[in-house]
């Protein structure tokens, strides 16, 4: 607990703890667009249980922290390429979110009913296991975040534990405001296009700086707010 006493712990955890939330948005969109395929009294129990899980599943890779770290080892070498378990996961994630969010753009664009309406009656189960996937996968960039910014373990399970509390409480307002709006969805699907692209670009050798990617978020989110608020004025 003399950690506590230092300054610079809860410079860490505050600094921690806001980089978790940052690279989390991501995580609260895909719930957001999981969750509203489902029976809306599904919805807030798929939300708060895939957010529940990926408590869960941070905190116990963060307690095998050094098996993480071994995950960047190489596995695969291809001429003078080399892959490692963390590229061959976030390679497959990156892959995923591209084909799920252009297919989900296809069917609102086209404005397939029969496929929405299949798509809605999507089991519980399936929604929840998507989340947990897809939560492993983003994992790995905030576990290395934590890792780069504090040694504490202890510090990084606070940090994922509150981070998740924030997003649990933003959760519906998130999820609500993107199934109200159908252009949002589509800018959300979009962003997830993008974010794959990252992994598959990371998982090449690519760095990308995470600043780049938000910066396109929040950019392309407030010119959709000029033009929500456009509209509704001109109605």
Not at 10 to 35: C, H, K, P, Q, R
Not at 175 to 184: E, Q, R
Not at 200 to 216: C, M, R
Request: hydrophobic residues 55%; contains cysteine.
């Amino acid at each position: 607990m003399e950690i506590f006493l230092q300054a610079d712990t809860w410079v860490a955890l505050f600094t921690l703890t806001f980089m978790e939330i940052v690279l989390g948005i991501d995580n609260i969109i895909f719930i957001s667009l999981v969750a509203g395929k489902l029976p809306k009294e599904q919805q807030k129990k798929a939300r708060v249980g895939g957010l529940a899980l990926a408590m869960l599943t941070r905190v116990l890779l963060l307690l095998g922290i050094t098996w993480i770290i071994g995950l960047t080892k190489p596995v695969l070498c291809f001429w003078d390429f080399e892959l490692s378990w963390r590229d061959i996961i976030l390679l497959a994630g990156g892959i995923f979110l591209l084909v799920k969010s252009t297919l989900e753009i296809h069917h609102k664009v086209e404005g397939q009913h029969e496929a929405e309406k299949a798509i809605k009656v999507k089991s519980f189960s399936l929604a929840i296991s998507q989340i947990v996937m897809l939560d492993i996968i983003f994992s790995f960039d905030s576990i290395l975040t934590a890792v780069g910014l504090t040694t504490q373990v202890t510090l990084m399970i606070i940090a994922v534990i509150i981070s998740i509390l924030v997003m649990m409480i933003f959760a519906k307002a998130v999820s609500d405001f993107v199934n109200k709006h159908p252009t949002i969805q589509i800018l959300a699907l979009s962003f997830l296009i993008l974010i794959g692209v990252m992994l598959i670009v990371e998982a090449l050798h690519y760095h990308v700086p995470k600043g780049y990617i938000y910066f396109s978020v929040f950019f392309s989110l407030a010119i959709e707010m000029l033009n929500m608020r456009y509209r509704k004025k001109n109605v």
